[in-house]
């Protein structure tokens, strides 16, 4: 079924700037490296809009995703072996890998850790941003209230009981209750990934042998979500574990050796 979407452009442009703006502090801040001098890799980088960007800044910028989600062929954007699960890049060949609200889809963190840190160069870093398993209102895919909270066991009714109160996200808009239920079930078994930060914590230092979790500087960057409300606040601290537990989530891994 083909649906038109209206997208506000200047919006999206604003959206993307900040993104970028973000990670070309976060190469130099957290990576330690100048931008110009470092490999980056976007993991999920969809159509790879954020590696042209990143490139036209004149940082050696990559992409990688499950899906060939860009048109034609670009060198720089690569599909990911789905089984045996592989990143599409040698052993110690990037200095810094990065992913945006990637990791609720990935079924496989644990591979999926060992693998970017296969490509990563000692001394380079893993930075991840993606939704707290607790993120509120509501699932921001579906936009179902406490999926992510139920995740993996939600059962059918809820679903229903939602798409009989109408929620919808973007693409469902005018179908009936019942394939939005189908759908919605589908999406959740098949496309989402909601561990605790326990697990997170605990799969980063199997793998790496340690992880952080810098909500104050991603907070201090960030231009949208609870970032102005962090700088307005006298209680940063509260506001930040907050953030990094119902809202939006900055984790970094260090390759060692």
């Not at 976060?26 to 330690?32: E, L, M, N, T």
Request: charged share 25%.
């Amino acid at each position: 079924m083909c649906r038109i979407v209206i997208v506000d452009l200047s919006e999206m442009a604003s959206t993307i700037d900040g993104e970028v703006s973000l990670w070309i502090s976060a190469i130099q801040d957290i990576g330690g490296r100048s931008p110009s001098d470092t490999t980056v890799l976007d993991f999920g980088c969809g159509r790879g809009v954020l590696v042209d960007r990143l490139c036209e800044l004149d940082v050696n910028a990559y992409g990688c995703d499950v899906d060939p989600y860009w048109e034609g062929d670009n060198p720089r954007l690569r599909e990911i072996q789905r089984s045996p699960y592989r990143i599409p890049f040698d052993d110690a060949s990037v200095d810094l890998v990065l992913s945006t609200t990637v990791l609720e889809h990935a079924q496989n963190p644990r591979e999926l850790f060992y693998e970017i840190k296969r490509v990563l160069r000692p001394g380079g870093c893993a930075i991840h941003i993606y939704p707290a398993k607790w993120y509120l209102p509501y699932e921001p895919h579906i936009h179902v209230p406490l999926v992510n909270h139920l995740w993996p066991h939600t059962p059918r009714w809820w679903f229903a009981l939602w798409a009989l109160l109408g929620i919808r996200n973007e693409f469902q808009e005018g179908l009936d209750w019942r394939k939005v239920t189908e759908l919605n079930e589908h999406y959740a078994a098949n496309e989402l990934c909601y561990p605790t930060q326990r697990f997170y914590r605990k799969v980063s230092m199997e793998v790496y042998g340690n992880c952080e979790w810098p909500m104050h500087y991603f907070l201090s960057k960030s231009d949208g979500g609870f970032a102005p409300l962090y700088r307005r606040l006298p209680l940063k601290w509260f506001t930040a574990w907050v953030c990094q537990y119902t809202r939006m989530v900055l984790l970094v891994q260090r390759k060692t050796r």
